[in-house]
């Protein structure tokens, strides 16, 4: 894993790349989580949307899954 993750913060957020996220889950940040503010979502288990896109992909080519896996672009190096 080598490398530890910088926390991101206000500061940082105008050189963010790509669109604005709601605090999504695994993403270290120092906003309160959507998953904080309301008292029936703290039982919710988020599910990452870039996981999802990759279990539609595979169940759409599910003949070419034999020879690439999700798993191992999920956890790299693990």
């Known amino acids: 894993m080598g490398e530890e993750k910088k926390v991101f ?5 105008s050189n963010a790349k790509g669109g604005y ?5 695994n993403l270290k940040t120092d906003k309160e989580s959507i998953y ?6 703290q039982t919710v288990d988020a599910i990452p949307l870039e996981d999802v896109r990759m279990e539609e992909e595979e169940e759409r080519h599910h003949r070419k ?3 690439r896996s999700s798993s191992e672009e999920k956890y790299e190096g693990e």
Not at 36 to 41: E, I, L, T
């Open 9 to 13: 913060t206000e500061k940082d957020r």
């Open 36 to 41: 904080d503010m309301h008292k029936d979502m």
């Open 65 to 67: 899954t034999k020879d």
């Open 21 to 25: 996220m709601d605090n999504p889950e």
